[in-house]
């Protein structure tokens, strides 16, 4: 009976005076319905009456030498009195509880995970166009419909998986392994993709316009992309085309010694903050000064971290209704550390470092010859430099489009 009681209202009173019992008595005799009924004290009573007959307890109460006294209102009547003198508080209540209904109902956030080669932005306007964007209902679009557009679409790909995590559209996709294709009959001339001195030159088509030996500038032109009928080879290792030529496509191989130089640093004492790969995104929404969080953690689980911000507004309010801001935090978990490296520490470091960055850029086939390194006047006090060198021969030849 609970439930009808906060259906049609009821009160708690206190009851106290000359024999209680006595009222409480006559009030279920005449069908008054009181229930948790409890003594406090001597002549001292605590219970609940419905609100229709907590007029009739009154009157007998006003028949005897008692006193009755309202403790708590409750049920629905009171609420609903309540909610009429703060219209614009209630309304703002349910606008936001509806608004925060209608917002987990439609896509927020869109997530493209294992492409590589394939634009992410290429992937997004694809998917648009079967409508799936940000700002739709999750059962606005289908599947499987945007699926098959991005694999007939982008044939990089070879298989799509599209999953809903809330607000969320997580579209995973791999992609497929690919021959780099290259345009073999169209005319090129081999050119020096860096400085460097020619150790090796091996000409399988096309005239070579440089010599074992010789230094050589980037995009300087190695073996020319034309074929003569006559060649004379001079005394000095040169050559004299003649005749009319022919466009081609050059091949050879032109190794090369190349001369790699890098600066790299270290502090004699480090220390600051790492991410350590962690991370965790809490959703709020914000509507008349208050924070709602709609998905995520309550408090962020990281003693240290780093936060990024992205804020979305999704009404903006007009006259009568406030604007309504999505707020997504993304905090990333961070570790503090301290180094202290010593001065020979710093500048081993610094070596390491600038070596590890040179050899990122190193070709697959390449032979290193010497590497080396020194110390480098640092600008500022507690900062070791190392000026770290590599020499390497390995074949720096490319393609350029004859004109």
């Known amino acids: 009976m609970k439930w009808y009681g906060m259906l049609t209202g009821y009160v708690e009173v206190n009851l106290w005076g000359e024999n209680p019992e006595r009222v409480i008595n006559m009030a279920m005799s005449r069908g008054i319905y009181l229930w948790d009924i409890r003594q406090v004290d001597k002549g001292y009573f605590r219970l609940k009456v419905r609100l229709g007959g907590y007029k009739a307890l009154r009157h007998i109460v006003r028949r005897s030498s008692c006193k009755v006294k309202i403790r708590e209102k409750k049920g629905f009547p009171f609420w ?11 309304s703002g209540v349910l606008f936001f509880c509806l608004t925060l209904y209608l917002l987990s109902s439609f896509v927020w956030f869109i997530e493209i995970r294992g492409n590589e080669r394939v634009p992410g932005d290429l992937i997004l306007t694809k998917v648009e166009e079967r409508g799936l964007k940000k700002g739709v209902p999750i059962k606005s679009f289908n599947k499987e419909t945007v699926k098959e557009k991005l694999l007939i679409e982008i044939p990089e790909l070879a298989w799509v998986g599209i999953t809903i995590q809330g607000t969320k559209v997580i579209i995973e996709v791999v992609e497929k ?17 860096m400085d ?71 502090a004699v004492k480090e220390e600051g903050d790492l991410d350590t790969g962690a991370e965790t995104t809490i959703v709020i929404l914000r509507f008349m000064g208050r924070e709602v969080i709609v998905s995520g953690p309550k408090t962020v689980p990281y003693e240290r971290y780093r936060k990024i911000r992205l804020v979305k507004t999704l009404f903006q309010g007009r006259n009568i209704l406030p604007p309504v801001e999505l707020i997504t935090d993304t905090y990333f978990q961070q570790e503090h550390y301290e180094k ?7 500048y081993q470091e610094a070596v390491k ?43 720096i030849g490319v393609y350029k489009v004859s004109s």
């Open 340 to 346: 202290n490296w010593g001065v020979e520490g710093a």
């Open 196 to 266: 460097g001195q020619v150790e090796e030159l091996l000409v399988l088509k096309g005239t070579p316009l440089i010599k074992e030996g010789d230094m050589v500038t980037k995009g300087q032109v190695l073996i020319q992309g034309l074929v003569y009928p006559q060649i004379q080879v001079n005394q000095d290792g040169s050559i004299t085309p003649s005749g009319n030529p022919e466009r081609v496509r050059a091949r050879g191989v032109v190794r090369s010694k190349v001369t790699r130089k890098l600066i790299g640093q270290c």
């Open 353 to 395: 470092r600038a070596r590890a960055e040179l050899l990122k850029a190193l070709p697959q086939d390449h032979r290193i010859i010497k590497e080396g390194h020194e110390p480098v006047p640092a600008e500022k006090k507690g900062l070791i430099k190392a000026l770290y060198f590599l020499e390497t021969i390995e074949d």
């Open 177 to 193: 392994t690919v021959v780099p294709y290259t345009d073999d009959s169209k005319p090129a001339d081999l050119v020096a993709g």
């Open 80 to 90: 609903l009195f309540r909610a009429q003198k703060r219209k614009i508080l209630v």
